[in-house]
Each structure stands twice: as structure tokens, then as C-alpha cells.
């Protein structure tokens, strides 16, 4: 499959990092908090996750989509660039809206089957 369209206009918003992919205390992100930060991510050093998904937008094909009257979902699954240097497998969800070519990230989730360096 093709890469992300509009990879290059990517937004990730800081508080969809801060507050839910990198906070233990949030009910949906802490799992996924506690992954992170066990391969060098942290919410004090924010842009550095960013960047990562940003990165893993640019280097890996999609995986799936699903087109609905409200827009395009895009998955993608590949290896994650980390502070550590270990490159986990992760999926990493966007969303497109109609009539938009402005992928928005939804989540990151780990795919513990078929990690590297983990």
C-alpha cells in the first residue's frame, strides 16, 4: 500500500501527547504511557514523540484504511524510533476529513507480536 497521504501536513497536536499518549494518570493513555516511557519518551520532552510518529508516518506504507461519510481512517504499522534506540512496532491511527488532506493523529498503539529490540 501507498504512504500516508499528506504526510508532509501532518498535525499532532501537543496536548494528544502530553495529555493522553504520554499520561499514566489518563484512564484510555496509561497503558500506553507506561510503554512509552519505558523506551525514553516522556511528556517534559514532548516533541520528541512527535517527531517519532511524524517520522513513522514518513518511512512506513499503510497498513489498512476505512472510508466512512466522515472521513478517512489510516493505520500504520511499522517500527517506532526511540530516544533508547530500540525500535518497537507500533500502530500509529490518523484521520483525514472529507474535502481535507490534513492527516490528524487519532492514537499509537503497541503491537507487542513482532517487535524489534523490545
Do not use: C
Amino acid at each position: 500500500m501507498p504512504r500516508l497521504p499528506g504526510f508532509d501536513r501532518v498535525v499532532v497536536p501537543e496536548a494528544k501527547i502530553v495529555r493522553y499518549l504520554l499520561n499514566v494518570s489518563h484512564p484510555g493513555g496509561r497503558s500506553k504511557a507506561r510503554f512509552l516511557e519505558g523506551f525514553g519518551f516522556s511528556a517534559q520532552n514532548w516533541p520528541l514523540l512527535r517527531d517519532a510518529i511524524v517520522a513513522h508516518a514518513r518511512a512506513n506504507d499503510i497498513t489498512r484504511s476505512h472510508r466512512s461519510q466522515f472521513g478517512t481512517k489510516y493505520e500504520i504499522d511499522g517500527p517506532l524510533q526511540t530516544p533508547q534506540g530500540r525500535t518497537p512496532i507500533v500502530r500509529v491511527v490518523w484521520f483525514v476529513e472529507p474535502q481535507e488532506n490534513v492527516p490528524r493523529l487519532v492514537t499509537l498503539v503497541p503491537r507487542r507480536i513482532g517487535t524489534y529490540d523490545q
